[in-house]
T-cell receptor, first 112, second 114 residues
Framework: QQQVKQSPQSLIVQKGGISIINCAYE??????FPWYQQFPGKGPALLIA?????SEKKEGRFTISFNKSAKQFSLHIMDSQPGDSATYFC???????????FGKGTRLSVIA | KAGVTQTPRYLIKTRGQQVTLSCSPI?????VSWYQQTPGQGLQFLFE???????NKGNFPGRFSGRQFSNSRSEMNVSTLELGDSALYLC?????????????FGPGTRLLVL
């Protein structure tokens, strides 16, 4: 049973455009929702994270939008750059000592 | 500050063999988690260690095991390798269990089982 569903599987965006990746979760006990960025040959790196007490969090060009009632959250990358080309993973956890549950990833390609 | 280091980076084994992977956490980090990453299943949690004790275990068969040493370094072992065990094995360290905000991943060990 996949607890976090991520879409799309791959995404091609023009330089300067907005990249949007969506995730949906099932477990209402989840209370921490991070996004990770992974470049080839590297491990995932924490990009930005949100807790359900806010509906949006912005860090530079990266924004998480969170919809608690719909059990969905999304990553928006504004002014996408070729250097943003990577695989992005959403994840969720219900805190305490529970491990992260990851989406299956989105391969983003930003083309000039 | 050095990051999470994993050795070896690449490994080729044949079915039926066993393998041991090593992870050195960031200095001061006492919790180590292991994940398996495959194209089909994505990132799946294997287990987490803290203070030399397994604190959490994912849904993997008993062929997958691990341990943590007093210096927080961790090893994972896979016995009787199967073709489906081919994957990138990632180690992540954090200050303490469940502290995802301080969790950093290593570059992984890519295992190929022939």
């Amino acid at each position: 049973q996949q607890q976090v569903k991520q879409s799309p599987q791959s995404l091609i965006v023009q330089k300067g455009g907005i990249s949007i990746i969506n995730c949906a979760y099932e477990n209402t006990a989840f209370d921490y929702f991070p996004w990770y960025q992974q470049f080839p040959g590297k491990g995932p790196a924490l990009l930005i994270a949100i807790r359900p007490d806010v509906s949006e969090k912005k860090e530079g060009r990266f924004t998480i939008s969170f919809n608690k009632s719909a059990k969905q959250f999304s990553l928006h990358i504004m002014d996408s750059q070729p250097g943003d080309s990577a695989t992005y993973f959403c994840a969720a956890t219900k805190g305490g000592n529970t491990p992260l549950v990851f989406g299956k990833g989105t391969r983003l390609s930003v083309i000039a | 500050k050095a990051g999470v280091t994993q050795t070896p980076r690449y490994l080729i084994k044949t079915r039926g063999q066993q393998v041991t992977l090593s992870c050195s956490p960031i200095s001061g980090h006492r919790s180590v988690s292991w994940y398996q990453q495959t194209p089909g299943q994505g990132l799946q949690f294997l287990f987490e260690y803290f203070s030399e004790t397994q604190r959490n275990k994912g849904n993997f068969p008993g062929r997958f095991s691990g341990r943590q040493f007093s210096n927080s370094r961790s090893e994972m072992n896979v016995s009787t390798l199967e073709l489906g065990d081919s994957a990138l094995y990632l180690c992540a360290s954090s200050l303490f269990p469940g502290n995802q905000e301080t969790q950093y991943f290593g570059p992984g060990t890519r295992l190929l089982v022939l």
